[in-house]
């Protein structure tokens, strides 16, 4: 159970906050280039998987089919992480603008991990 649904610390609204902002301020902002292509395509898979099964979790009939979908919340997250950390080190985009998102993107890697800790506990 969530308890802090409908609360700034809601983590539905947080991801959701997370990917629309990433969409908005470091996607859309990539130039596209023959290099950047599947650097795009990447992360937008990555973010919008992490998203779409957040909300499956939320909706899940079990624990075992939350900590299933939590786990695929997980996994893209490290994978947003990658490609986030990827375009900062690579120079895609200016450092001011990618490493906020990097930092949000561990903080929400951290609560996703401990709610499948909890979960299974």
Not at 7 to 20: A, C, G, L, N, Q
Not at 48 to 58: L, P, Q, V, W
Not at 90 to 95: E, P, Q, V, W
Request: positive net charge; aromatic residues 10%.
């Amino acid at each position: 159970m969530n308890k802090y649904r409908n609360t700034p610390k809601d983590i539905h609204s947080r991801i959701y906050r997370f990917i629309v902002s990433c969409f908005r301020d470091v996607v859309r902002k990539i130039p596209i280039t023959t290099e950047n292509v599947p650097v795009i395509s990447q992360i937008s898979s990555s973010l919008t998987s992490m998203g779409a099964n957040d909300r499956e979790a939320d909706a899940s009939s079990s624990k075992k089919d939350f900590i299933a979908k939590y786990n695929i919340v997980k996994k893209e997250t490290k994978e947003t992480h990658y490609w986030l950390s990827f375009i900062k080190d690579a120079d895609i985009l200016s450092k001011t603008i990618v490493e906020p998102f990097v930092i949000e993107c561990q903080e929400i890697l951290f609560i996703v991990s401990r709610i499948i800790l909890n979960t299974k506990s």
